[in-house]
């Protein structure tokens, strides 16, 4: 369901049931400590361990994190083959964890591009925490936001094509219900460290009525602390969904 559907998601005490990351500033982390921008991506795992187990604690239903853009292929060679083996060994690493905190994990993105090794762990991740019911962690992998919505399109395009869909019925739930995350809610909460203010082709479509927070707190450095001020943030922010304040305040006292 859209967040914009759902008028008890107006209350400013809520905490967010999804939130989205953009995890940015491990290069200049490392940087800063004239080591190499690697060094800034291991500690980024790290962060992630951190924010996983934050998340649970709170309760919060859903996370999304960006780990890899369609247009991350452009980093030098290196770098990119060095975040494939760090993903793939933090996977491996990490399973067991996930799956004794109950975090269900699932990928987004065209994993066509990923060699043979990363695709069997991920469905090996993906498999093994399939059962689980506490946090959904999905993580956004060779994933973009224009690239989700034209895979959905396709989808629909098919489906006319075979005689299942009629080109009336296409309405903004039905493309809704082709994207990735189409069974979770909209984000309520997006953050972006690194100190960058955009989206940068995330999740395009499911963050229209997301509350966007942008911090210049480093991915590395981003610890629960940090989480906690985003979250205190949102909780003041007013969700009005193209609804003014006064008709929110009726929606709450009802
Ligand atoms: C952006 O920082 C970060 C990335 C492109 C990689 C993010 C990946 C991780 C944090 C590891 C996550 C691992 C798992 C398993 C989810 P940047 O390199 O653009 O930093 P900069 O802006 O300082 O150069």
Redesign the pocket.
Known sequence: MSAADDPSASSPTRLPSHVAII???????ARRRLMP?FV??KA??EA?RNIVVACRERGIGALT?F??SSE?WQRPEEEVGL?MD??SA??EREVGELQHNNVRVCFIGDRSAFGPGLTARIERAERATAANDGLLLS?AANYGGRWDITQAVKALCGQVQRGELGVADIDERRLAGALELANLPEPDLFIRT?GEQRISNFLLWQLAYTELYFTAT??PDFDRQAFDQALGWYAQRERRFGRTSEQLRQLNSA
């Open positions: 995890m940015d500033g491990n290069g200049r982390w921008r800034g991506h980024g795992v992630v994190l780990a890899f991350n975040l760090l993903f933090a996977l993580i690194g480093l991915w």
